[in-house]
């Protein structure tokens, strides 16, 4: 017996884990029509969603980011060491620059896209792009002009509908979104199409397209950017994508042609001046030549004019020199820092300060661009700034040695051309004039010649000048929507289809404070549930007289046979009915239950105990002038009150009688003690149907005869906080052997969950084991014969 206790004990817990199991599947089950309506809303609710939203492509491009060998410094300088900078270009910053306000407002004014055009066809809703053939713009805003789509209808090329009123073609009017007009070309087929617009700020689209764009480096170290977008639009997409790359190149190549732009004004300033300066000294030249009847200079002037002329060149283009240098000193002084441009150095030959000066150019380039997308505290920028002040410093030291080596320049050429006056006092006067005017327009010109030759070299420069960056692949789509994901969507609102449902009914079970199933009583009280009795809609109050093979006589026939395991000890049992409310069925089972043991050939007698509200002798049809409450107050004999019920042999009643004022008081004045004791001579059972204990102290009063008592609980009406109440009954031992009757257990609710119905016949509802099968069938082909 020990060696088989625990696989026993394994079998029944696994017996609850099923029992539990189908408890929660019949639960939900049951409500299988809820569901079904719920998936099937939900679903339409989903398409409708669905079809609603406007489909968004996935549009991507990738480029990469130059390694420029020659920035900032070498290999040592301060961001290398900082490892800030390992491709001498931070990825992070150019993400920055891509997505920052000014290159995307350059894009959406370029590609006009600060309005939107749409279709509706029902629920679905189409973008218009490079398709309306008509265009809207809103040449002047109002308070109204962002707060919803405006309708519009080209009715001609000369008339349309605005937001329901009828507005010119091709003029500006005035409406509620503002001042408006509307564009259109001679061959628009949109005609008679309405469509809506919506209007924006650059500004506001800009930063909507911002918040869309992704960018991120292909893998940790490479320096190639994957750029990616989503939209309605595929093409509008790619256009977006292009215009981001080419408005990003030219903000690069802008950065670095600011120096070259500058020395170019600064020669063209040079060339407009020297030009006229130039006009005048060629009319001397042809003046002087005029009035002095020469037509040309000796070869020997010659030579010495051209000797003269390249010293004079070389005096000018040193002045032009120090005059760069020197505004490159004053640039370097200046303590405020205030230019960004560096001043030109056009004429400077030497190689370090040369360098330098590109390095410096470089930097201030670098600080100008981070400073778009990041603050002026951030460690970056104080690390170009020391890397610019040091470069400074530099230059300071080195123009001071340039400018000494230009001085002694200066000076001999200055004692040359000294020379060459002394030389000039020994030409004859007339040709010495002609020398004199001729020199000065030798100077002009190779001046001017040598201005027009840097303003060729810088052109050339600023037209060489590329990006930083280089496309990789154009803008590119498969075309194929990635939003909304149709699949996933519809089984999320399949699952919420089926989970809404559920949580109804499971807050409806949480809401409910009735007694529903035999777990809600578990959970409550630990008062054993002797039986369960099902729920019927026969009105016959002797069930198991008029209906003896129904379920409910079966469950009756079941109770009184666990009867025997209550008290087996008395012979002549006493058996106590009460519930905590009118109503839950306790006079119904102690009546049928008195009549199936009457059945057995046990005599039984059932006493109608409610003095206050008798049911009994009304359902038997019994005459109660006589009954208890006579024989209490000694107005009767027991032989009086005892009246047989004649649909059961062996079955007797003692009804209530007339109806006391004061139940309580007759119960107690010890003449139904003597009864009891009397009847128990007499029958073998003697069953008490007592008033509610909820209600009444009756039922008490009675417990103390009683050997057993059977609490009545009925499905769907008991109150689950009554059982706390009966639960204290059950731990004080106010009743004598306390047994639950589980009564009305609805099964289509589908709360008995086997433990009342079949009790393991193994016979099913279709095979007439149940003399109710039979009498609904019976009940059908009457019904339909009575319709014939």
Same mark, same amino acid.
């Given at each position: 017996?020990?060696?088989?206790?625990?696989?026993?004990?394994?079998?029944?817990?696994?017996?609850?884990?099923?029992?539990?199991?189908?408890?929660?599947?019949?639960?939900?089950?049951?409500?299988?029509?809820?569901?079904?309506?719920?998936?099937?809303?939900?679903?339409?609710?989903?398409?409708?969603?669905?079809?609603?939203?406007?489909? $968004?492509?996935?549009?991507?491009?990738?480029?990469?980011?130059?390694?420029?060998?020659?920035?900032?410094?070498?290999?040592?300088?301060? +961001?290398?060491?900082?490892?800030?900078? *390992?491709?001498?270009?931070?990825?992070?910053?150019?993400?920055?620059?891509?997505?920052?306000?000014?290159?995307?407002?350059?894009?959406?004014?370029?590609?006009?896209?600060?309005?939107?055009?749409?279709?509706?066809?029902?629920?679905?809703?189409?973008?218009?792009?490079?398709?309306?053939?008509?265009?809207?713009?809103?040449?002047?805003?109002?308070?109204?002009?962002?707060?919803?789509?405006?309708?519009?209808?080209?009715?001609?090329?000369?008339? !349309?509908?605005?937001?329901?009123?009828? %507005?010119?073609?091709?003029?500006?009017?005035?409406?509620?979104?503002?001042? %408006?007009?509307?564009?259109? =070309?001679?061959? &628009?087929?949109?005609?008679?199409?309405?469509?809506?617009?919506?209007?924006?700020?650059?500004?506001?689209?800009?930063?909507?397209?911002?918040?869309?764009?992704?960018?991120?480096?292909?893998?940790?170290?490479?320096?190639?950017?994957?750029?990616?977008?989503?939209?309605?639009?595929?093409?509008?997409?790619?256009?977006?994508?292009?215009?981001?790359?080419?408005?990003?190149?030219?903000?690069?190549?802008?950065?670095?042609?600011?120096?070259?732009?500058?020395?170019?004004?600064?020669?063209?300033?040079?060339?407009?001046? +020297? !030009?006229?300066?130039?006009?005048?000294?060629?009319?001397?030249?042809?003046?002087?030549?005029?009035?002095?009847?020469?037509?040309?200079?000796?070869?020997?002037?010659?030579?010495?004019?051209?000797?003269?002329?390249?010293?004079?060149?070389?005096?000018?283009?040193?002045?032009?020199?120090?005059?760069?240098?020197?505004? +490159?000193?004053?640039?370097?002084?200046?303590? *405020?820092? *205030?230019? %960004?441009?560096?001043?030109?150095?056009?004429?400077?030959?030497?190689?370090?300060?040369?360098?330098?000066?590109?390095?410096?150019?470089?930097?201030?380039?670098?600080?100008?661009?981070?400073?778009?997308?990041?603050?002026?505290? =951030?460690?970056?920028?104080?690390?170009?700034?020391?890397?610019?002040?040091?470069?400074? $410093? &530099?230059?300071?030291?080195?123009?001071?040695?340039?400018?000494?080596?230009?001085?002694?320049?200066?000076? $001999?050429?200055?004692?040359?051309?000294?020379?060459?006056?002394?030389?000039?006092?020994?030409?004859?006067?007339?040709?010495?004039?002609?020398?004199?005017?001729?020199?000065?327009?030798?100077?002009?010109? /190779?001046?001017? /010649?040598?201005?027009?030759?840097?303003?060729?070299? /810088?052109?050339?420069?600023?037209?060489?000048?590329?990006?930083?960056?280089?496309?990789?692949?154009? !803008?590119?789509?498969?075309?194929?929507?990635?939003?909304?994901?149709?699949?996933?969507?519809?089984?999320?609102?399949?699952?919420?289809?089926?989970?809404?449902?559920?949580?109804?009914?499971?807050?409806?079970?949480?809401? =409910?404070?009735?007694?529903?199933?035999?777990?809600?009583?578990?959970?409550?009280?630990?008062?054993?549930?002797?039986?369960?009795?099902?729920?019927?809609?026969?009105?016959?109050?002797?069930?198991?007289?008029?209906?003896?093979?129904?379920?409910?006589?079966?469950?009756?026939?079941?109770?009184?046979?666990?009867?025997?395991?209550? &008290?087996?000890?008395?012979?002549?049992?006493?058996?106590?009915?009460?519930?905590?409310?009118?109503?839950?069925?306790?006079?119904?089972?102690?009546?049928?239950?008195?009549?199936?043991?009457? *059945?057995?050939?046990?005599?039984?007698?059932?006493?109608?105990?409610?003095?206050?509200?008798?049911?009994?002798?009304?359902?038997?049809?019994?005459?109660?002038? %006589?009954?208890?409450?006579?024989?209490?107050?000694?107005?009767?004999?027991?032989?009086?009150?005892?009246?047989?019920?004649?649909?059961?042999?062996?079955?007797?009643?003692?009804? &209530?009688?007339?109806?006391?004022?004061?139940?309580?008081?007759?119960?107690?004045?010890?003449?139904?003690?003597?009864?009891?004791? $009397?009847?128990?001579?007499?029958?073998?059972?003697?069953?008490?149907?007592?008033?509610?204990?909820?209600?009444?102290?009756?039922?008490?009063?009675?417990?103390?005869?009683?050997?057993?008592?059977?609490?009545?609980?009925?499905?769907?009406?008991?109150?689950?906080?009554?059982?706390?109440?009966?639960?204290?009954?059950?731990?004080?031992?106010?009743?004598?052997?306390?047994?639950?009757?589980?009564?009305?257990?609805?099964?289509?609710?589908?709360?008995?969950?086997?433990?009342?119905?079949?009790?393991?016949?193994?016979?099913?509802?279709?095979?007439?084991?149940?003399?109710?099968?039979?009498?609904?069938?019976?009940?059908?082909?009457?019904?339909?014969?009575?319709?014939?």
């Amino acid at each position: 017996m020990d060696n088989n206790y625990p696989a026993s004990q394994t079998e029944n817990e696994k017996a609850n884990i099923e029992g539990n199991l189908n408890e929660l599947v019949f639960k939900y089950l049951k409500y299988w029509n809820w569901f079904l309506f719920s998936v099937l809303l939900f679903l339409g609710i989903s398409y409708v969603y669905i079809n609603s939203q406007i489909p $968004q492509y996935k549009i991507e491009t990738d480029i990469l980011i130059k390694d420029d060998k020659n920035s900032l410094g070498d290999e040592k300088d301060l +961001l290398k060491q900082l490892d800030l900078n *390992s491709s001498n270009k931070i990825i992070d910053n150019e993400v920055e620059i891509l997505k920052s306000n000014t290159l995307m407002e350059k894009v959406v004014s370029s590609l006009q896209l600060q309005n939107n055009y749409y279709m509706y066809n029902h629920i679905t809703k189409k973008i218009l792009y490079d398709s309306t053939m008509y265009k809207v713009e809103l040449l002047k805003s109002n308070e109204n002009s962002y707060i919803k789509e405006w309708d519009v209808t080209l009715l001609n090329n000369h008339q !349309a509908i605005f937001n329901s009123k009828k %507005v010119p073609v091709n003029l500006p009017f005035e409406s509620e979104a503002g001042l %408006v007009l509307i564009t259109a =070309n001679d061959k &628009s087929s949109a005609v008679g199409h309405k469509i809506f617009v919506e209007f924006s700020t650059i500004k506001r689209v800009a930063q909507h397209y911002i918040n869309n764009l992704n960018i991120e480096p292909a893998s940790k170290d490479a320096t190639v950017l994957l750029i990616t977008m989503e939209d309605g639009v595929v093409q509008r997409g790619k256009n977006i994508l292009n215009k981001l790359i080419d408005e990003y190149n030219n903000a690069a190549i802008d950065d670095k042609n600011k120096t070259t732009s500058n020395q170019l004004i600064f020669i063209q300033g040079r060339l407009d001046s +020297l !030009a006229g300066e130039l006009n005048n000294v060629e009319k001397n030249v042809a003046n002087y030549k005029s009035s002095h009847k020469i037509t040309d200079l000796s070869d020997e002037s010659k030579i010495f004019l051209q000797s003269v002329s390249d010293n004079d060149a070389q005096l000018t283009k040193l002045d032009l020199e120090q005059n760069n240098i020197n505004n +490159l000193e004053n640039y370097l002084n200046d303590a *405020s820092d *205030s230019q %960004v441009n560096l001043p030109s150095m056009l004429g400077i030959d030497d190689p370090t300060l040369l360098g330098l000066v590109q390095q410096l150019a470089e930097s201030k380039i670098k600080k100008e661009s981070l400073l778009r997308t990041i603050p002026e505290t =951030n460690p970056i920028i104080a690390s170009i700034d020391d890397q610019i002040k040091g470069l400074k $410093q &530099s230059l300071i030291e080195t123009i001071k040695n340039v400018k000494k080596g230009l001085k002694t320049t200066r000076e $001999q050429l200055l004692s040359q051309s000294k020379k060459f006056e002394a030389t000039t006092r020994n030409v004859p006067s007339t040709e010495k004039g002609l020398l004199d005017v001729m020199r000065e327009q030798q100077i002009k010109d /190779t001046l001017f /010649t040598y201005l027009l030759q840097k303003r060729e070299e /810088t052109l050339l420069q600023l037209a060489s000048t590329v990006s930083d960056s280089r496309i990789i692949d154009k !803008a590119k789509s498969d075309e194929a929507e990635i939003k909304p994901v149709r699949k996933l969507i519809y089984m999320m609102f399949f699952l919420l289809g089926l989970v809404v449902p559920a949580v109804i009914i499971y807050v409806k079970d949480i809401l =409910n404070f009735k007694v529903m199933k035999r777990t809600d009583i578990e959970r409550y009280t630990n008062t054993p549930i002797l039986a369960e009795i099902a729920h019927s809609k026969d009105i016959s109050p002797l069930i198991t007289i008029d209906r003896p093979r129904s379920i409910i006589s079966e469950q009756i026939r079941a109770l009184r046979t666990s009867l025997q395991f209550i &008290s087996p000890e008395q012979e002549h049992k006493v058996l106590l009915f009460t519930s905590n409310i009118s109503g839950e069925g306790k006079s119904f089972i102690s009546l049928n239950l008195g009549a199936s043991l009457a *059945s057995t050939g046990k005599k039984t007698i059932i006493l109608e105990l409610d003095l206050r509200k008798p049911k009994l002798h009304s359902v038997l049809e019994i005459n109660t002038d %006589v009954g208890l409450s006579n024989y209490l107050i000694g107005k009767a004999g027991i032989s009086d009150i005892i009246k047989p019920i004649s649909q059961q042999e062996n079955y007797s009643i003692i009804t &209530s009688g007339v109806i006391p004022p004061n139940p309580a008081e007759l119960l107690l004045n010890g003449k139904l003690e003597v009864l009891i004791n $009397q009847l128990k001579k007499d029958f073998d059972f003697i069953l008490l149907d007592a008033p509610p204990v909820g209600l009444v102290t009756d039922a008490q009063i009675l417990a103390k005869w009683a050997d057993a008592t059977l609490f009545i609980i009925r499905h769907n009406y008991s109150l689950k906080g009554q059982l706390v109440q009966l639960e204290a009954f059950y731990k004080k031992r106010s009743f004598k052997n306390l047994n639950i009757v589980f009564n009305s257990v609805s099964r289509d609710k589908g709360v008995g969950y086997g433990y009342g119905y079949g009790y393991g016949y193994g016979y099913g509802h279709g095979y007439g084991y149940y003399e109710e099968d039979q009498s609904k069938k019976k009940s059908f082909f009457k019904t339909s014969k009575k319709k014939d």
